[in-house]
């Protein structure tokens, strides 16, 4: 979709700093974590939701967010990685990972915009341990 920001960021029309690519999936941060280190999953092909995607693209993100999560975790020392799948904020399939040390921190009346400094060092961190 053209105006879609996901698509944009997919296609480097947009360019944001990614923590990870492959040919079918990017993942970066939120640019307004609910915690420090928030990241999305986003597959490249523009599909509305989630259980919509073809079921390769699927497994491909969760199997993407089965490596990253602990190296997250790792990298916030948080005590856990919370996963939530919602699709109201942007039309195009997504995960968010979420560094937590608890489940009512899962609450987007908690996000608040990051510096690019912190995404630009926090992307660095889980970057490396990838
Ligand atoms: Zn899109």
Same mark, same amino acid.
Request: proline fraction near 7%.
């Given at each position: 979709?053209?105006?879609?920001?996901?698509?944009?960021?997919?296609?480097?029309?947009?360019?944001?700093?990614?923590?990870?690519?492959?040919?079918?999936?990017?993942?970066?941060?939120?640019?307004?974590?609910?915690?420090?280190?928030?990241?999305?999953?986003?597959?490249?092909?523009?599909?509305?939701?989630?259980?919509?995607m073809s079921?390769?693209v699927?497994?491909?993100?969760?199997?993407?967010?089965?490596?990253?999560?602990?190296?997250? !975790?790792?990298?916030?020392?948080?005590?856990?990685?919370?996963?939530?799948?919602?699709?109201?904020?942007?039309?195009?399939?997504?995960?968010?990972?979420?560094?937590?040390?608890?489940?009512?921190?899962?609450?987007?009346?908690?996000?608040?915009?990051?510096?690019?400094?912190?995404?630009?060092?926090?992307?660095?961190?889980? !970057?490396?341990?990838?």
């Open positions: 979709m053209n105006d879609c920001i996901f698509c944009k960021i997919a296609s480097k029309e947009i360019p944001v700093d990614l923590v990870y690519e492959d040919e079918r999936i990017i993942a970066f941060l939120d640019m307004k974590p609910i915690n420090p280190g928030h990241t999305l999953i986003v597959p490249r092909e523009h599909v509305d939701h989630f259980f919509d079921l390769p699927y497994q491909h993100v969760f199997d993407m967010a089965k490596k990253i999560a602990p190296k997250l !975790k790792d990298a916030m020392g948080s005590a856990r990685i919370g996963v939530l799948i919602e699709g109201l904020d942007v039309p195009h399939a997504h995960v968010h990972l979420i560094p937590i040390n608890g489940g009512r921190e899962i609450d987007h009346e908690r996000a608040r915009m990051a510096t690019p400094e912190e995404l630009k060092e926090i992307t660095e961190k889980i !970057k490396k341990s990838l």
